[in-house]
């Protein structure tokens, strides 16, 4: 157990669906982050959330919609997606910035059909 | 732009030592992180590097060069459970992580 847990762990929506990724930290952080991990890709920074705020956007198109109700929870709404959305999406947290260690959650594995 | 090159892959044997590299072209520099990813699993902390020089943890050691823009990843007495996915990750700003390309190490017995 990492400490950073996210629902589903596997997701499969056709293009036309909305769906919502989440997660959920237990270790007290007051940073959270959104990351998108394709084959052979690097991982990709999409968001980030400090106390609550939203801090970094990474020109991620606007059919995913992050929302961070409080510093605990981490929300990632998707509509419209195209099949090269596919990929797996990793949520992080961090006690602070800069350096800071960064604690993965498992990841949701999704597919767009 | 912004990145950080590291080997598609290295192989070793048990018991070896092996050195993973990183370069990197960032602004604004700040430090390196180093995460270990297993197949199927999600990236683990491993080291962070704030300053030049090598810091241990273990099995584990980092290295980093602010003047040469290049760090790296030296894992001794290697072991099975090393085999793994391994990734540099530079913070160019208070919230600015930018992750490697990623080395996938595999140890023969």
């Known amino acids: 157990e990492t400490g950073v847990t996210q629902t589903p762990r596997h997701l499969v929506m056709g293009m036309t669906n909305k769906k919502s990724l989440k997660c959920e930290q237990h270790l007290g952080h007051n940073a959270m982050y959104w990351y998108k991990q394709s084959a052979k890709k690097p991982l990709e920074l999409m968001f980030v959330y400090s106390l609550e705020e939203r801090v970094e956007n990474n020109s991620v198109p606007s059919r995913f919609s992050p929302e961070c109700p409080n510093s605990s929870h981490l929300f990632l709404h998707l509509h419209t997606l195209q099949p090269e959305d596919s990929a797996l999406y990793l949520c992080?947290?961090?006690?602070?910035?800069?350096?800071?260690?960064?604690?993965f959650g498992p990841g949701t594995r999704l597919t767009v059909t | 732009g912004q990145s950080l090159e590291q080997p598609s892959e290295v192989t070793a044997v048990e018991g070896a030592i092996v050195q993973i590299n990183c370069t990197y072209q960032?602004?604004?520099?700040?430090?390196l992180s180093w995460y270990q990813q297993h197949d199927g699993g999600a990236p683990t902390f491993l080291s962070y590097n704030a300053l030049d020089g090598l810091e241990e943890t273990g099995r584990f050691s980092s290295f980093l060069s602010r003047s040469d823009s290049y760090g790296y990843l030296l894992l001794q007495e290697l072991q099975m459970k090393d085999s793994a996915s391994y990734f540099c990750a530079g913070t160019s700003g208070t919230y600015k992580y930018i992750f490697g390309t990623g080395t996938r190490l595999k140890v023969l017995a």
């Open positions: 960032t602004s604004g520099f700040y430090g």
């Open positions: 992080a947290s961090s006690l602070g910035t800069g350096g800071s260690e960064q604690y």
